[in-house]
């Protein structure tokens, strides 16, 4: 089945840098990428997507990029602010199925003011 | 708004009780999910159902059954609750099954078996 690995597992970077989260998956059918953001005491909440027929995605100051060959995304913030302090989440859908999502570990990215 | 809402914020409950998570979502959406979420371990789907009545199962299903009688609940069932069922519960809803759509996730239910 589907697995997803996400690097790294924290990630503590200073205002106004950026940061970049990696994700691999296994299941070459998998064509539906979606990122979440889960704030403390909140349930995750989708950010950005990516479908396999793209292979960059922007969103201000959030980007996605995707390499199909190599079976891995990544998550890019710009500018980073407190605010993005969190904790994200990428995931897959496993095997092109239309409903549900396998999901890695999570990152906890702090960013420091 | 999509609005999903979950029944409690925070549970305590006994070994060997049947304890029930309650799950509603106000968008007409067909598909709904429970996942667990444990540090460390990230989101694992415990059961997903794609219409009423029906119910597939996720990575983790041992231990819990799911109900989903009307189109906007979908409850998460643990038969006889153990101490290794401790866990935040995530329930989850998306449009339908016809394409990829986001899902729309609840607050949690912060469960404590003692």
Known sequence: GENVEQHPSTLSVQEGDSAVIKCTYSDSASNYFPWYKQ?????????????????????QRIAVTLNKTA????????????????????????????????????TKLSVKP | DVKVTQSSRYLVKRTGEKVFLECVQDMDHENMFWYRQDPGLGLRLIYFSYDVKMKEKGDIPEGYSVSREKKERFSLILESASTNQTSMYLCAS?????????????PGTRLLVL
Request: glycine share 14%.
């Open chain 1, 71 to 106: 079976k891995h995304f990544s998550l890019h913030i710009t500018e980073t602010q407190p605010e993005d302090s969190a904790v994200y989440f990428c995931a897959a859908n496993p095997g092109g199925s239309q409903g549900n999502l396998i999901f890695g570990k999570g």
């Open chain 2, 94 to 106: 998306s449009i339908s099954g016809r394409a990829q759509e986001t899902q729309y996730f609840g």
């Open chain 1, 39 to 59: 704030e403390l005491g909140k349930g995750p909440q989708l950010i950005i997507d990516i479908r396999s027929n793209v292979g960059e995605k922007k969103d």
